[in-house]
């Protein structure tokens, strides 16, 4: 199969990770898949959410994402508000990094996520969740730096698949995004655990089969980016 771009179907798009992008969050990275780019922060407060009782020792990890103007063609709208798309995804990456840090760990902390979209051509859900994760990292290096007081007790990265034209294939780009038969993001601990599964039928029904030959690429495709020396 020929894909839009000429990467074999289990190929993920070149990656390019900047890290240390901006110098007032703890951690920054500016993270690239192919064509799409998010800048992603992460930034620590002593103060906890409402939520959270006043005298509570554990910590707490909450995320925002938002597609920039610019980031779109034609041009978004820029909102006030995450719409119900941009509040889906912010839950899911705080889900995602919650779920390799020890909180008790971490204190009566809280670490904002940033997520801003600064040019999309698919994935850049799982993108953000990457390059959250990265700069999580960083910010907690830099308030623990002896690792065995580090909260932090496994990495995490995410990817999605697909099915186009009957082919089970990694990362897609938004055009074949858009036409895809099957359409999924799976998010995985370095550890090989799951901690989401988002799959839908686009426009056709998925076997078994083709569940698990799409859950086989999606864990080959997190752990090649795991192992990226910038992620390891």
Do not use: H
């Amino acid at each position: 199969m020929s894909r839009i771009d000429g990467r074999l179907p289990n190929q993920l798009r070149p990656i390019i990770i900047q890290q240390d992008f901006t110098k007032r969050a703890a951690g920054s990275v500016l993270i690239s898949a192919g064509e799409t780019v998010v800048l992603c922060t992460a930034s620590v407060s002593d103060e906890l959410p409402r939520c959270m009782p006043k005298d509570s020792t554990s910590g707490w990890i909450t995320a925002e994402y938002r597609m920039l103007p610019g980031s779109t063609s034609p041009r978004s709208q820029r909102a006030d508000k995450p719409d119900g798309r941009a509040t889906e995804i912010q839950r899911l990456i705080g889900r995602s990094l919650r779920a390799v840090v020890d909180m008790e760990k971490l204190g009566a902390k809280t670490v904002n996520i940033d997520c801003d979209v600064l040019q999309a051509d698919g994935g850049t859900r799982t993108l953000s969740i990457t390059g959250s994760y990265i700069a999580l990292r960083t910010a907690i290096n830099k308030i623990f730096p002896a690792p065995k007081t580090s909260p932090l007790n496994d990495s995490v990265a995410a990817i999605s698949v697909g099915i186009l034209n009957g082919i089970p294939i990694l990362d897609l780009c938004y055009e074949e995004d858009s036409k895809a038969e099957v359409d999924m993001n799976i998010v995985m601990t370095g550890s090989g655990k799951f901690v989401e599964i988002q799959g839908t039928g686009e426009k056709s029904t998925f076997t078994q089969y083709e569940l698990n030959q799409m859950l086989t690429l999606a864990r080959e495709g997190i752990e090649k980016l795991l192992n990226d020396n910038s992620l390891a």
